[in-house]
C-alpha cells in the first residue's frame, strides 16, 4: 500500500516565519505535488516536480517555493508566512501517469 | 481553460436513499477520470477510476460511476447510501497522459440515519 507521510498533523506559525513542510512516499513515484485545500475552493495545485530536482509551478505558487533534493522527499517552503497562508496543505504522488495518492494532511495556522 | 464542474455543493439524503453525484468535464480529447472520498478527519482516498475499456466502472464500497463520453461527464453512483458514507466527495480528470489532475470543488454529502 502506499505510504504518504507528511511530518505535521497541525502546525502553528507566526506572520513573518519561514515554515518548511516535508512529504515522504515510499513507492519511488516519479511525480509529487503540493495543493492546499481550502473550504469551498476544493484543492488548489501550488507546485510539483516531476523529478528530483525538477519542479513546476502550480495554480498558485505565490508566496511559495519547493524543494526536492531526493526522490522521496517534497519539501513546501513557506518564505515569509502570512495569515492567508492558513489553510490544509495536502502532499500527494503518483507514479508516471495518475492516480495521486495523498497523506493526511498538515493544517498550519499563521497567527 | 480544462475544468471540471460538480453539480451540487451539498447534498443531504437519508440512509437506504439513491446517490447519484454530477462531474462534468471540459476536454476535448483522452481522460482518464477519478472519484475521490474524503471521510471526516481522513486523508483523501481513491474510490474509483476509469482509463479506459468498460465505462461503468465499480468502485470500493460500492460506488459506481459511468462514463459517458458524449456528455463529458462521469457521474458517482450508489443504490443506497449508509451513514458511513458521509463525507466529501471529488471528481478529477487527467487529460491525456498529463501528469496533473483538474479538480471539481467537490461535493458535501450528509447522510442522516
Known amino acids: 500500500d502506499v505510504k504518504v507521510t507528511q511530518s505535521s498533523r497541525y502546525l502553528v506559525k507566526r506572520t513573518g516565519e519561514k515554515v518548511f513542510l516535508e512529504c515522504v512516499q515510499d513507492?519511488?513515484?516519479?511525480?509529487m505535488f503540493w495543493y492546499r485545500q481550502d473550504p469551498g475552493l476544493g484543492l488548489r495545485l501550488i507546485y510539483f516536480s516531476y523529478d528530483v530536482k525538477m519542479k513546476e509551478k502550480g495554480d498558485i505558487p505565490e508566496g511559495y517555493s519547493v524543494s526536492r533534493e531526493k526522490k522521496e522527499r517534497f519539501s513546501l517552503i513557506l518564505e515569509s508566512a502570512s495569515t492567508n497562508q492558513t489553510s490544509m496543505y495536502l502532499c500527494a504522488s503518483s507514479p508516471s501517469v495518475q492516480p495521486q495518492h495523498f497523506g493526511d494532511g498538515t493544517r498550519l495556522s499563521i497567527l | 481553460a480544462q475544468s471540471v464542474s460538480q453539480h451540487n455543493h451539498h447534498v443531504i439524503l437519508s440512509e437506504a436513499a439513491s446517490l447519484e453525484l454530477g462531474c462534468n468535464y471540459s476536454y476535448g480529447g483522452t481522460v482518464n477520470l477519478f472519484w475521490y472520498v474524503q471521510y471526516p478527519g481522513q486523508h483523501l482516498q481513491l474510490l474509483l477510476k476509469y482509463f479506459s475499456g468498460d465505462p461503468l466502472v465499480k468502485g470500493i464500497k460500492g460506488f459506481e460511476a459511468e462514463f459517458i463520453k458524449s456528455k463529458f461527464s462521469f457521474n458517482l453512483r450508489k443504490p443506497s447510501v449508509q451513514w458511513s458514507d458521509t463525507a466529501e466527495y471529488f471528481c478529477?480528470?487527467?487529460?491525456?497522459?498529463?501528469?496533473?489532475?483538474?479538480w471539481g470543488l467537490g461535493t458535501s454529502l450528509a447522510v442522516n440515519p
Open positions: 478529477a480528470v487527467g487529460p491525456g497522459n498529463n501528469r496533473k489532475l483538474i
Open positions: 513507492m519511488d513515484h516519479e511525480n
